[in-house]
């Protein structure tokens, strides 16, 4: 559990776009917090796979791997 303390103008905009979203204050937190820690850790995936870059595959050997007829 968290408990965090907002400005008071953010809590009213929490507030305004709670009820028109028709969730709690505490839910659509919750959902923004989420959303944002998924972002992070994308950020942090991309970060680690452009440091160490994978093999990249023509779209001839991916067509070639697949069994798709080359043009």
């Known amino acids: ?10 809590e009213k905009r929490l507030g305004k776009y709670a009820r028109k979203a028709g969730h709690t204050k505490a839910s659509l937190a919750r959902a923004v917090i989420e959303e944002k820690l998924e972002e ?5 995936v991309a970060v680690a796979r452009l440091k160490k870059p994978a093999r990249t595959y023509s779209a ?12």
């Open 1 to 10: 559990m968290v408990t965090l303390r907002l400005k008071p103008a953010d």
């Open 40 to 44: 992070f850790e994308d950020v942090t």
């Open 60 to 71: 001839e050997e991916v067509k070639r791997e697949l069994g798709i007829p080359l043009r």
